[in-house]
């Protein structure tokens, strides 16, 4: 079965009415015939029918165990750490999302939970940081912003060993590319606002276990806590998800034909993206990824952070915003944006230089994409002239 059809047909007819679409079960309780005699149903932040169907779906695309839906990616990631206690390590890569970096050092680190930071691209720097401590590795493939990609087997063989579990967050390839599942990974997240969602209308975010015992744990964690996503917003991710597969399969194909441009702009210094075969990681892309993404970051040949924010202020149909993974292309500055809550070196250490853009290429024509960049190009390079004969 292709990945398209498996899509379509894991969102359920609803049993009760035969609709197509799941029905949106905007309710805070439920009846019951008894105490405690229900129809699995009983009080919305516990369970919703409208948020287990998403949940399933999800699951079945992981091809993991169970799926549990939250209120925002980061509210995700929350619940994963929660499984940890004071004195326990995490390993986590190195180019981090700036959210969980900050939920990361400036929430969980004061609770005595530790972090070591390394580049997961070679497996064997993740096997030479663990300890005794090491409770969790947490990695992202590809990563934000310099889509690294970390060899998802290799580093789950490792975690294996050593007793520990592996995350990873497969939002920027999400499971119509990949399925770190099925490469030996304990648990997924991701950020359904992105790719899942696909149309930049709402926050949510998702994890999937390998197996019941670990579900069990983010079950009970999602209702302690009760960070859960909504019905509607549910709904609205289930919708997203029916054209999954042929939205990042037109991402990847724009983003390629974006990133062979960018080869040739005069402008460009490193251009990220694991669909050329320049990328250092591109045998491993193209060995555990189906489409190589929508997501495109690039630096300049001079380090300018004013030409930079030059560049992705005169773009008109890349829309400057932080997000990604919308019908709408997207650009930013994530040393402002996304990435302005990692201190400065450690950013530079990723890779992340004050001139890094990242793109989100959306479903417009690729060659109307090419044009726009073009022209802001363009103004960015007659300012640099005008500055320099002032």
């Not at 019941?212 to 302690?224: H, P, R, S, T, V």
């Not at 690039?298 to 005169?314: C, E, G, P, R, T």
Request: proline share 4%; hydrophobic share 40%; net charge negative.
């Amino acid at each position: 079965m292709s990945t398209q059809t498996q899509i379509i047909h894991s969102i359920p007819v609803d049993p009760l009415t035969g609709s197509i679409s799941v029905p949106i079960y905007q309710t805070s309780t439920f009846v019951q015939e008894a105490p405690g005699v229900h129809k699995g149903y009983d009080y919305a932040r516990s369970n919703n029918p409208t948020r287990k169907a998403l949940e399933d779906v999800i699951a079945q695309l992981e091809k993991g165990s169970n799926g549990y839906a939250f209120a925002s990616g980061l509210a995700a990631i929350d619940a994963v750490v929660k499984l940890l206690s004071a004195g326990d390590e995490i390993i986590a890569v190195d180019d981090i999302y700036g959210g969980a970096f900050r939920l990361f050092t400036h929430i969980y680190q004061k609770f005595g939970i530790s972090i070591r930071y390394v580049d997961a691209t070679d497996h064997r720097n993740v096997a030479d940081a663990i300890t005794p401590a090491t409770k969790l590795i947490w990695i992202e493939s590809p990563t934000n912003p310099t889509l690294k990609i970390a060899d998802i087997a290799e580093i789950a063989t490792i975690a294996k060993a050593n007793k520990v579990l592996l995350c990873v967050d497969n939002t920027f390839a999400s499971p119509a590319s990949q399925k770190p599942i099925t490469l030996g990974a304990d648990i997924v997240v991701h950020s359904g606002t992105k790719y899942l969602g696909g149309h930049s209308d709402l926050i949510a975010g998702l994890v999937v276990t390998a197996t019941q015992e670990l579900g069990d744990k983010i079950k009970f964690i999602q209702n302690a806590s009760g960070a859960i996503l909504a019905p509607f917003d549910s709904w609205l991710v289930i919708r997203g998800i029916e054209t999954l597969d042929l939205r990042v399969a037109r991402h990847s194909q724009s983003a390629q034909a974006v990133a062979e441009y960018l080869q040739g702009e005069d402008l460009v210094g490193n251009i990220y993206y694991p669909g050329l075969p320049s990328h250092p990681n591109y045998a491993v892309a193209t060995k555990q990824q189906k489409y190589t993404g929508g997501i495109i970051s690039f630096d300049l040949k001079v380090d300018d952070k004013a030409l930079a924010s030059q560049i992705v202020s005169s773009t008109k149909y890349f829309k400057l915003a932080e997000s990604l993974g919308g019908v709408k292309s997207l650009c930013c500055l994530p040393c402002e944006m996304t990435h302005k809550s990692i201190p400065q070196e450690k950013r530079y250490a990723a890779g992340v230089k004050d001139s890094l853009i990242r793109l989100s290429v959306g479903l417009e024509d690729a060659a109307d994409l090419i044009e726009d960049l073009k022209q802001a190009f363009a103004t960015a390079k007659q300012k640099l002239e005008v500055s320099a004969l002032s």
